[in-house]
């Protein structure tokens, strides 16, 4: 059997975050054992944040080095951040029904994490159609959701809660056992989408070889069907 | 350098747009409006619309088919009637949201959303009570009431009476605030309030002075919690 590093740390952030979340953090004084959903809700919007970053980052790389690597990157990291923020809004319904009392609301919170949602899928859009540079420059302007749904709730009156940990004030108003299974359990969703993103890379690799965009092939290589 | 320049036309456009979008929402697209800015507005407000605030303690009243309450933001009280769903979880001294419509002096609702704090904490042991306001001494002090709220300061009366003054603080928002008055060598504030907490700030007003009016958590005053009251000469 061979064992290899990340395998080893996915695992054991799979097998802490749940014992951590369900075992070794209270209920909430006021939510109660709804609040549960926050050690999944959270890390999962975290992670689809840091997922955009990295679609950024190949993105800017992209616009300045043609490296086919680089696209495949975006497009693996864009397929785990669109999936995460999905997971983070059917979560986020489902604590809100009976915390806030609905399942939905237009509120700014809610609002920019669907324009969220929606700015990757225009990303996975053009990087199949088009891919390439234009698939660059989706995906950078893309990210300009990230600050907007961090800054809604600070930023314009809402119904979702101000920030606790990436709040403002340096200031953590969580329980030190809840702090602790929020940060395990964002560990090991990181570590889960880093790897699952490799692994993604790779397979586009081997489905198809060289950039989604035609490439000039140059030389004495004839089309097989001519050779005949 | 044509990546460069691309790269920079297209970041210029993408903040302008930006900001159009910021504005549209600031002034436009208010999510929820005060129960301040329902007494204040002298032009017709739109006949569907969300007010939000904090639950007064002891105004919960159950009615046929719904709850009746009253909603602050510090400064203003609007008196709700709600008739549909209540959430098991709505309390007093939380915050909470309601859409409908403004019937005179009181709001008839039909949808009411509780508002979360974003304060996580296991059941206490024991009960503990949280400290009531500092009775109000009787004295002629003059007297207002500042509510603190994400993200801005506000105070029913600009201008105070010289001398003794008593600032009602309540904390109407989903996060901790506190209340530092300065200004004409007046140096006082607040504890850090939690969500719906108040204490009562005494301080002694000088004739003429202009004081300010922070929150002194990192990085509120920036977001708009600041503000003025005059002292009358
Ligand atoms: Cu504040």
Redesign the interface.
């Known amino acids: 059997m061979r064992f290899s590093l990340p395998g080893v740390l996915v695992s054991v952030g799979a097998a802490a975050a749940p014992v951590m979340g369900l075992l070794v953090a ?7 054992e709804v ?1 549960r959903l ?1 050690y999944v809700h959270v890390p999962a919007a975290w992670t689809a944040y840091l997922c955009f970053t990295a679609v950024l980052a190949a993105g800017l790389l992209r ?2 080095r043609r490296r086919p690597a680089l696209d495949r990157l975006g497009r693996a990291a864009a397929e785990v951040g669109a999936g995460l923020t999905a997971l983070a809004i059917v979560l986020g319904m489902l604590w809100g029904r ?5 399942w939905w ?4 919170r809610l609002t920019t994490t669907v324009l969220m949602l929606g700015a990757y899928l225009v990303y996975l859009a053009v990087a199949r159609l088009a891919g390439g540079r234009a698939a660059a ?1 989706a995906g ?2 893309g990210f ?1 959701t990230v600050p ?1 749904v961090h800054g809604s ?7 979702h ?4 940990v990436l ?5 953590w ?3 030190p ?2 702090l602790a299974a929020l940060l395990v359990s964002t560990a090991a969703f990181a570590a889960l989408a880093a790897w699952v993103i490799a692994r993604r890379a790779r397979s586009l690799a081997a489905e198809r070889p060289g950039s989604p965009v035609p490439a000039p092939r140059i030389g004495p290589e004839v089309p097989a069907g001519a050779a005949r | 350098m044509k ?1 460069g320049v691309k ?1 920079l036309v ?1 970041s210029a456009a ?1 903040v302008a747009g ?1 900001v159009v979008a ?1 504005r549209a ?2 002034d436009g697209l ?3 409006r005060t129960p301040q800015e329902l007494a204040a507005s002298s032009q017709a407000l739109p006949g569907r619309l969300r007010v ?1 605030g904090l639950v007064v303690e002891g105004s919960v009243l159950a009615v046929p088919g719904g709850v009746a309450f009253t909603l602050t933001d510090g400064v203003s009280d609007l008196r709700v009637v709600h008739t549909g ?6 309390a007093a001294g ?1 915050g909470a ?1 309601v859409e409908g419509r403004l019937d005179g002096r009181v709001f008839r609702s039909d ?14 042991a024991a009960a503990t009570i949280a400290p009531a306001a500092a009775p109000i001494a009787p004295a002629a002090v003059s007297r207002t009431r500042v509510g603190l709220t ?2 801005a300061i506000s105070a029913r009366d600009p201008l105070l009476r010289p001398g003794p003054v008593s600032l009602e603080v309540t904390n109407a928002g ?3 605030h506190d209340l530092i008055v300065t200004g004409g060598g007046v140096s006082a504030h607040t504890p850090v309030l ?1 969500p719906g907490q108040s204490a009562t700030l005494r301080l002694r007003a000088p004739r003429g002075a202009l004081l300010t009016l922070v929150c002194g ?4 005053e920036p ?1 708009g919690m600041r503000g003025t009251l005059r002292v009358a000469t």
């Open positions: 209270p209920p909430d004084a006021v939510q109660g609040q926050m616009l300045v009976p915390v806030w009392g609905v609301t237009w509120d700014p420059w950078c302007a300009l907007l709730v600070l930023w314009w009156r809402a119904l809660q101000p920030p606790t709040s403002p004030e340096g200031r108003p969580i329980a056992p809840m | 990546v790269l297209a993408l930006g910021y929402l600031d208010v999510y929820y939000g769903a209540v959430s098991p979880v709505f939380q949201i949808r009411l959303m509780v508002k979360h704090s974003n304060e996580y904490r296991p059941p206490p994400e993200w989903a996060t901790a939690a958590l990192g990085g509120h977001l």
